[in-house]
């Protein structure tokens, strides 16, 4: 069965500094991966995905994800972090006819 | 935002009772999810739906009962509700098109 391993829970990292969330995934094929972001109190929201084509992709807010298959992983990276960056992050998997399977979330806190 | 409207955004509830929680969407999409959100887990999958009437369960489905009569709505209901059913839960829609889901803002329930 398909999985996601988030292996960081908690993360602090100071506002201005370079950011990477790890991500790693199980899957037999080409996997479609997702990023999501959760601020507190609120839904999640699409950052970033991954179907096909260049492993390095770009999304909403400059964050970018780069897929290796390799190693399967797919981190997510955002060169100098803001604080309205502070918020719970989800690697997700497509696990099978349309379902989206989820990491368990790092929480990001950004010391001022 | 895909117009998902979830109700209510907040219950507190009695141990053995039924609870149903409504997800509401105007976009039309084919694909509706309930996932629930607890620490730890990240989000997991309760139930599906494919379309009206076809729904299939997902990795936590015990004690929970899903209907759509209707493709803007999907319907999770608890049956009796327990102390370890407190959990956000969260609705999302999709198109079917690489599986992108688009998620509802939460229902804060807690079983007393």
């Known amino acids: 069965a398909q999985s996601v391993t988030q292996p960081d829970i908690h993360i602090t990292v100071s506002e201005g500094a370079s950011l990477e969330l790890r991500c790693n995934y199980s899957y037999g094929a080409t996997p479609y991966l997702f990023w999501y972001v959760q601020s507190p109190g609120q839904g999640l929201q699409l950052l970033l995905k991954?179907?096909?084509?260049?492993?390095l992709v770009q999304g909403i807010k400059g964050f970018e994800a780069e897929f290796k298959r390799s190693q399967s992983s797919f981190n997510l990276r955002k060169p100098s972090v803001h604080w309205s960056d502070a918020a719970e992050y989800f690697c997700?998997?497509?696990?099978?006819?349309?379902?989206?399977?989820f990491g368990q979330g790092t929480r990001l806190t950004i010391n001022p | 935002d895909a117009g998902i409207t979830q109700s209510p955004r907040h219950k507190v509830t009695e141990t053995g009772t039924p609870v149903t929680l409504r997800c509401h969407q105007t976009e039309n999409h084919r694909y509706m999810y309930w996932y629930r959100q607890d620490p730890g887990h990240g989000l997991r999958l309760i139930h599906y739906s494919y379309g009206v009437k076809d729904t299939d369960k997902g990795e936590v489905s015990d004690g929970y009962s899903v209907s759509r009569s209707k493709t803007e709505d999907f319907l999770l209901t608890l049956e009796s509700a327990t102390s370890s059913q407190t959990s956000v839960y969260f609705c999302a829609t999709g198109t079917g098109v690489n599986t992108e889901a688009f998620f509802g803002q939460g229902t804060r329930l807690t079983v007393v």
């Open positions: 991954y179907f096909s084509g260049d492993t």
């Open positions: 997700a998997v497509e696990g099978g006819a349309q379902k989206l399977v």
